[in-house]
């Protein structure tokens, strides 16, 4: 059972506060730095390289310090109380930048804050994700608060994705002009940072759960798992695949379909909608079947979303396949955690401690690849396409961003549905991992 002074919804509200900021840098940064500010998408690509190099290094460090902080407020807490503000700051900084930059002066602009950015989102991450299997190491109740966070996450996402573009380019700005992203980004920031902080304060830790191990040895560990290794490198076909969707969708709908970048709102909100109504019908899927079957199957509607995508001419067809996608990505949302959160099971039991956070942070370093893959796809429409930003989009730029939205994602997502066929998990949680260890025993 969870923690005492644990609500369930308590714990999974901050799902909404982490998502909101991210994916408004996430989906909007093309859109503001490239197609707006006239970003070269050559000087993007690098910098993506660079940063998700930065951030995959830096990621074991913050989870191996969160996993050893001692204090009278816990391991978690005080990163996510910390860690909020600053992560708002950054974002609002990112889309503050002076419409006068332009050259190295903008790369250097956006580099700085889009690596800050991350940063900040990965030490929340890494603590928030955590305390899912701390609070609740029986998997009944972890089903009901992963269930209930990606709930409010695709609350978050409607209002991220969705309305983002409404309130940019048409209640707060305009579609040439940033003024607007930078309002949106003040008020997601003042949001999500009371969000986290709500939640944080209720988390309720274990002190028993304490780590004492040294850096290098743990991650030598984790790294010598072969579930580490096939769990994230399949985990991060989906990753990479979503990531390509959320910065691209707005100049798909803009390019591809030929509509007003507002209109985004439609086809994010339907398959948003989907996904969070479908995610009731993965769990049932998932209580008769279990969760590696269940995830193995999201793979394949996934894919198949992405591939009736491309075919869409208009808002109509684009919404029909959206609806598709929107189911696909339900059943990884209902999956994709409870599958990493068995070998961290396996990995407590397995050595007698729980160090969570070095665990996912190492798991970061498959996220850290959406990145580098988000950064050569946009490259490759330059060299394939000639789109190299707003003001040369090149000859075909709504073949352009067909192929970074629907082609792109769905050769990662059918890899991933082949190779998740392959993938073996714990079929229940290992008895031990739901004890805590006892801090004199880690001595």
Same mark, same amino acid.
């Given at each position: 059972?969870?923690?005492?002074?644990?609500?369930?919804?308590?714990?999974?509200?901050?799902?909404?506060? =982490?998502?909101?900021?991210?994916?408004?840098?996430?989906?909007?940064?093309?859109?503001?730095? !490239? *197609?707006?500010?006239?970003?070269?998408?050559?000087?993007?690509?690098?910098?993506?390289?660079?940063?998700?190099?930065?951030?995959?290094? *830096?990621?074991?460090?913050?989870?191996?310090?969160?996993?050893?902080?001692? =204090?009278?407020?816990?391991?978690?807490?005080?990163?996510?109380?910390?860690?909020?503000?600053?992560?708002?700051?950054?974002?609002?900084?990112?889309?503050?930048?002076?419409?006068?930059?332009?050259?190295?002066?903008?790369?250097?602009?956006?580099?700085?804050?889009?690596?800050?950015?991350?940063?900040?989102?990965?030490?929340? #991450?890494?603590?928030?994700?955590?305390?899912?299997?701390?609070?609740?190491?029986?998997?009944?109740?972890?089903?009901?608060? #992963?269930?209930?966070?990606?709930?409010?996450?695709?609350?978050?996402?409607?209002?991220?994705?969705?309305?983002?573009?409404?309130?940019?380019?048409?209640?707060?700005?305009?579609?040439? =002009?940033?003024?607007?992203?930078?309002?949106?980004?003040?008020?997601?920031?003042?949001?999500?940072?009371?969000?986290?902080?709500?939640?944080?304060?209720?988390?309720?830790?274990?002190?028993?759960?304490?780590?004492?191990?040294?850096?290098?040895?743990?991650?030598?560990?984790?790294?010598?798992?072969?579930?580490?290794?096939? !769990?994230?490198?399949?985990?991060?076909?989906?990753? !990479?695949?979503?990531?390509?969707?959320?910065?691209?969708?707005?100049?798909?709908?803009?390019?591809?379909?030929?509509?007003?970048?507002?209109?985004?709102?439609?086809?994010?909100?339907?398959?948003?909608?989907?996904?969070?109504?479908?995610?009731?019908?993965?769990?049932?899927?998932?209580?008769?079947?279990?969760?590696?079957? =269940?995830?193995?199957?999201?793979?394949?509607?996934?894919?198949?979303?992405?591939?009736?995508?491309?075919?869409?001419?208009?808002?109509?067809?684009?919404?029909?396949?959206?609806?598709?996608?929107?189911?696909?990505?339900?059943?990884?949302?209902?999956?994709?955690?409870?599958?990493?959160?068995?070998?961290?099971?396996? *990995?407590?039991?397995?050595?007698?401690?729980?160090?969570?956070?070095?665990?996912?942070?190492?798991?970061?370093?498959?996220?850290?690849? #959406?990145?580098?893959?988000?950064?050569?796809?946009?490259?490759?429409?330059?060299?394939?396409?000639?789109?190299?930003?707003?003001?040369?989009?090149?000859? *075909?730029?709504?073949?352009?961003?067909?192929?970074?939205?629907? !082609?792109?994602?769905?050769?990662?997502?059918?890899?991933?549905?082949?190779?998740?066929?392959?993938?073996?998990?714990?079929?229940?949680?290992?008895?031990?991992?739901?004890?805590?260890?006892?801090?004199?025993?880690?001595?």
């Amino acid at each position: 059972m969870s923690q005492p002074g644990t609500p369930a919804w308590r714990y999974a509200i901050g799902m909404f506060g =982490t998502s909101i900021p991210i994916n408004l840098i996430k989906g909007s940064m093309i859109l503001f730095y !490239v *197609d707006i500010l006239g970003l070269d998408v050559r000087a993007y690509g690098v910098v993506m390289v660079i940063y998700a190099v930065i951030d995959a290094l *830096d990621n074991p460090l913050l989870g191996h310090l969160s996993d050893h902080t001692r =204090t009278r407020f816990g391991r978690r807490r005080p990163w996510l109380v910390v860690g909020a503000p600053m992560l708002a700051a950054c974002m609002i900084a990112f889309f503050s930048a002076p419409t006068t930059l332009e050259g190295m002066g903008l790369v250097v602009w956006f580099a700085v804050f889009a690596i800050l950015c991350e940063a900040f989102d990965s030490l929340l #991450n890494a603590n928030y994700g955590a305390l899912l299997p701390e609070l609740y190491p029986r998997e009944r109740d972890r089903s009901v608060a #992963n269930s209930l966070r990606q709930g409010f996450q695709l609350v978050a996402l409607v209002i991220s994705l969705a309305v983002t573009p409404l309130l940019t380019t048409q209640v707060f700005g305009t579609e040439t =002009t940033t003024e607007g992203f930078q309002i949106t980004a003040i008020v997601y920031g003042v949001i999500a940072t009371a969000v986290i902080v709500f939640m944080a304060l209720s988390a309720r830790e274990n002190p028993r759960y304490s780590t004492h191990s040294r850096l290098l040895p743990s991650l030598w560990s984790i790294i010598r798992t072969p579930m580490f290794w096939t !769990v994230g490198v399949v985990g991060s076909l989906y990753g !990479v695949a979503m990531a390509l969707v959320l910065s691209g969708v707005q100049l798909y709908v803009r390019y591809s379909l030929g509509l007003p970048v507002a209109n985004a709102l439609y086809l994010q909100g339907l398959v948003i909608l989907i996904a969070g109504g479908g995610l009731a019908v993965w769990t049932r899927v998932i209580a008769r079947r279990g969760a590696l079957w =269940t995830w193995r199957l999201a793979f394949a509607v996934l894919a198949a979303g992405f591939a009736a995508l491309f075919f869409a001419t208009g808002l109509v067809t684009a919404l029909a396949a959206g609806a598709l996608l929107g189911a696909g990505w339900s059943g990884m949302l209902a999956t994709n955690d409870l599958i990493v959160a068995r070998v961290l099971d396996a *990995d407590a039991a397995r050595n007698g401690e729980h160090r969570e956070g070095l665990f996912l942070s190492a798991f970061g370093f498959f996220a850290r690849l #959406n990145g580098v893959f988000g950064g050569l796809a946009l490259t490759s429409l330059g060299v394939f396409f000639g789109y190299n930003s707003g003001a040369d989009p090149g000859p *075909d730029p709504g073949l352009a961003f067909r192929v970074y939205l629907c !082609v792109y994602p769905f050769v990662l997502t059918a890899i991933g549905a082949l190779a998740a066929r392959f993938v073996s998990v714990p079929l229940e949680p290992p008895p031990e991992a739901a004890e805590p260890v006892d801090e004199e025993s880690t001595r």
